[in-house]
């Protein structure tokens, strides 16, 4: 037997830890099937700690359970025999979690029921199976290192760590719910995403959810307290420096006055071609409405993506039509689809846009969009033909889907009378280190002022898959320390100050606008914006050497 398991009241080969309470014995003890559905049920249960809930304490029981079950799976085995155990819990783990926090992603599915219903599970029940395979990978690098005491806490955050960053950069990257949300909801601890960003976030977030483990499986009070004391320590110390960096409100940008119009389209009626006119009368209707006696009139008004059922650079009219609508000095930045011509013997190449246009109906300036959405705005070109073939297609019905601008770098956005503007088009602002790289070469003399996002989250209903963006994007706004403009379709609309303050928000699914001051930007940015993910490296190998050389082997 080896040291920290005594087997005096436990059940023939079921592990425990010194002093283990009996139910802590039984959840380590569990095998198979059962141990399988205990993870997936606790990894469902933290998806709790995400937004619209942002229930912290789901998580800590979450992890802290799940430590138990992986200090079962490492008992009496040597390293590698840990693996294949270890990785099955993380992938049932990660199964359940993405399970309960992804289901939404079904409503997208029934807009167009008739031509996509069948591909529902695939979405709800197939897309989080797969990513489950990202952290087995995780629990399975930790069960090579796991460790009695504190050192496993460690081996934990270290593989579920580095199981997040692979997410959210392999195969395209889908770093939707990553766990340092959970400690990017609260206004005084989202500031630490200005330092670290949302890997570092996440490091933290499984350090202090998972300490609480020890607590009954520690041999001395010292290794059963202390993981649960330093962590309280450390949200204490995020608490406080959020605290202090918050201080007064951020100022605001002199001679700008934006106007965001949430037209709330049906996403069934958004795209037909039949609907343009009165799509076109009902975005000038709105970005028209007065302003409350004694404000400002907008300089700047703001549609959300892909706001035109048709290629309005190639319709005179229209185009004369939306510069008509404007007065004199305004500028509109609006969502759009846009057509390249092609070269000889290829396809028109579609892009989903942002254009910048004029009181002289010129379009000035465009951005296209980088990071595609698979299978929703393009299909993976090893499946392409085949899927084609099948009679299949993306959910954006544009002729063979959409093309990716060519370059990063395009981001910036250049608007009159604003600020340079790092451009984003929906799914983008999930993207850490993507807003602008580290490193981008912007002019000194012009750094970016604003993160815009255009989006159109009517897909997914009253869910809390627009939530879930919402707080996506804002995290962005605090690492790069840039305020954020968010116009979405039916909402939420936004616009949020560089400390992740909202300045003023829509309710979602009502067609209204919002009038509001453009924050200014923090001046010399964050340590985030200048490194980006170099900080959550050394954070990453600290946990290594942390679950190495802390404690003994199990």
């Given at each position: 037997?080896?040291?920290?398991?005594?087997?005096?009241?436990?059940?023939?080969?079921?592990?425990?830890?010194?002093?283990?309470?009996?139910?802590?014995?039984?959840?380590?003890?569990?095998?198979?099937?059962?141990?399988?559905?205990?993870?997936?049920?606790?990894?469902?249960?933290?998806?709790l700690?995400?937004?619209?809930?942002?229930?912290?304490?789901?998580?800590?029981?979450?992890?802290?359970?799940?430590?138990?079950?992986?200090?079962?799976?490492?008992?009496?085995r040597?390293?590698?025999?840990?693996?294949?155990?270890?990785?099955?819990?993380?992938?049932?783990?990660?199964?359940?979690?993405?399970?309960?926090?992804l289901?939404?992603?079904?409503?997208?599915?029934?807009?167009?029921?008739?031509e996509?219903?069948?591909?529902?599970?695939?979405?709800?029940?197939?897309?989080?199976?797969?990513?489950?395979?990202?952290?087995?990978?995780?629990?399975?690098?930790?069960?090579?290192?796991?460790?009695?005491?504190?050192?496993?806490?460690?081996?934990?955050?270290?593989?579920?760590?580095?199981?997040?960053?692979?997410?959210?950069?392999?195969?395209?990257?889908?770093?939707?719910?990553?766990?340092?949300?959970?400690?990017?909801?609260?206004?005084?601890?989202?500031?630490?995403?200005?330092e670290?960003?949302?890997?570092?976030?996440?490091?933290?977030?499984?350090?202090?959810?998972?300490?609480?483990?020890?607590?009954?499986?520690?041999?001395?009070?010292?290794?059963r307290?202390?993981?649960?004391?330093?962590?309280?320590?450390?949200?204490?110390?995020?608490?406080?420096?959020?605290?202090?960096?918050?201080?007064?409100a951020?100022?605001?940008?002199?001679?700008?006055?934006?106007?965001?119009?949430?037209?709330?389209?049906?996403?069934?009626?958004?795209?037909?071609?039949?609907?343009?006119?009165?799509?076109?009368?009902?975005?000038?209707?709105?970005?028209?409405?007065?302003?409350?006696?004694?404000?400002?009139?907008?300089?700047?008004?703001?549609?959300?993506?892909?706001?035109?059922?048709?290629?309005?650079?190639?319709?005179?009219?229209?185009?004369?039509?939306?510069?008509?609508?404007?007065?004199?000095?305004?500028?509109?930045?609006?969502g759009?689809?846009?057509?390249?011509?092609?070269?000889?013997?290829?396809?028109?190449?579609?892009?989903?846009?942002?254009?910048?246009?004029?009181p002289?109906?010129?379009?000035?300036d465009?951005?296209?969009?980088?990071?595609?959405?698979?299978?929703?705005?393009?299909?993976?070109?090893?499946?392409?033909?085949?899927l084609?073939?099948?009679?299949?297609?993306?959910f954006?019905?544009?002729?063979?889907?959409?093309?990716?601008?060519?370059?990063?770098?395009?981001?910036?956005?250049?608007?009159?009378?604003?600020?340079?503007v790092?451009?984003?088009?929906?799914?983008?602002?999930?993207?850490?280190?993507?807003?602008?790289?580290?490193?981008?070469?912007?002019?000194?003399?012009?750094?970016?002022?604003?993160?815009?996002?255009v989006?159109?989250?009517?897909?997914?209903g009253?869910?809390?898959?627009?939530?879930?963006?919402?707080?996506?994007?804002?995290?962005?706004?605090?690492?790069?320390?840039?305020?954020?403009?968010?116009?979405?379709?039916?909402?939420?609309s936004?616009?949020?100050?560089?400390?992740?303050?909202?300045?003023?928000?829509?309710?979602?699914?009502?067609?209204?606008?919002?009038?509001?001051?453009?924050?200014?930007?923090?001046?010399?940015?964050?340590?985030?914006?200048?490194?980006?993910?170099?900080?959550?490296a050394?954070?990453?190998?600290?946990?290594?050497?942390?679950?190495?050389?802390?404690?003994?082997?199990?």
């Amino acid at each position: 037997m080896t040291a920290g398991y005594a087997r005096a009241s436990a059940a023939p080969g079921t592990p425990t830890h010194d002093r283990m309470p009996g139910f802590v014995q039984a959840i380590a003890g569990l095998t198979g099937w059962r141990r399988l559905g205990l993870a997936w049920l606790v990894g469902a249960l933290g998806a709790l700690a995400m937004p619209p809930f942002g229930a912290l304490p789901a998580l800590v029981l979450s992890l802290t359970v799940v430590v138990w079950l992986m200090d079962g799976a490492a008992a009496d085995r040597p390293a590698l025999r840990r693996l294949w155990p270890c990785f099955l819990i993380g992938w049932a783990w990660g199964f359940g979690y993405l399970t309960a926090g992804l289901w939404w992603l079904g409503q997208a599915f029934l807009v167009q029921a008739d031509e996509f219903l069948w591909a529902l599970p695939l979405g709800v029940v197939g897309l989080p199976f797969g990513l489950g395979l990202f952290y087995g990978t995780g629990f399975g690098a930790a069960g090579l290192l796991w460790r009695r005491g504190a050192g496993r806490i460690a081996a934990l955050a270290f593989g579920i760590g580095g199981a997040e960053w692979l997410r959210g950069h392999l195969f395209t990257g889908f770093p939707w719910n990553t766990l340092g949300m959970a400690l990017a909801q609260n206004l005084w601890l989202i500031q630490g995403a200005a330092e670290i960003g949302l890997y570092g976030l996440t490091v933290l977030a499984i350090l202090i959810c998972a300490a609480p483990a020890t607590l009954a499986t520690g041999s001395r009070p010292r290794s059963r307290l202390g993981p649960s004391v330093a962590a309280a320590l450390l949200l204490g110390g995020m608490a406080l420096f959020g605290a202090e960096r918050l201080g007064s409100a951020d100022p605001v940008v002199a001679g700008v006055r934006l106007r965001l119009v949430q037209p709330n389209l049906p996403q069934d009626a958004k795209f037909r071609p039949e609907n343009r006119a009165d799509i076109v009368d009902r975005y000038i209707e709105l970005s028209q409405r007065p302003v409350e006696a004694g404000e400002p009139e907008p300089t700047h008004i703001v549609w959300p993506e892909s706001a035109f059922p048709f290629l309005i650079q190639r319709d005179p009219e229209a185009l004369a039509k939306v510069a008509a609508g404007l007065k004199p000095g305004q500028h509109l930045v609006t969502g759009a689809a846009r057509a390249e011509e092609p070269l000889p013997g290829e396809r028109l190449r579609y892009f989903n846009a942002i254009l910048v246009i004029g009181p002289d109906g010129v379009i000035s300036d465009s951005y296209d969009k980088v990071h595609l959405v698979p299978f929703g705005e393009y299909l993976p070109s090893p499946l392409d033909a085949a899927l084609r073939a099948l009679g299949l297609r993306q959910f954006v019905a544009v002729p063979g889907g959409f093309s990716a601008g060519a370059l990063a770098a395009q981001r910036i956005l250049a608007v009159p009378g604003l600020p340079p503007v790092a451009a984003t088009i929906c799914y983008e602002a999930i993207f850490p280190g993507a807003i602008l790289p580290a490193g981008h070469a912007a002019p000194a003399a012009h750094p970016p002022g604003l993160i815009l996002n255009v989006t159109n989250d009517a897909w997914f209903g009253d869910t809390p898959g627009p939530r879930q963006h919402l707080a996506q994007a804002r995290l962005r706004a605090v690492e790069q320390g840039l305020p954020l403009v968010r116009d979405a379709n039916t909402g939420i609309s936004a616009v949020i100050d560089p400390h992740g303050r909202i300045v003023a928000e829509t309710p979602l699914n009502q067609e209204t606008w919002l009038d509001a001051d453009l924050p200014a930007r923090i001046v010399g940015g964050t340590l985030y914006g200048r490194f980006g993910d170099a900080v959550f490296a050394l954070m990453l190998a600290a946990c290594f050497v942390g679950a190495v050389t802390a404690g003994r082997r199990i």
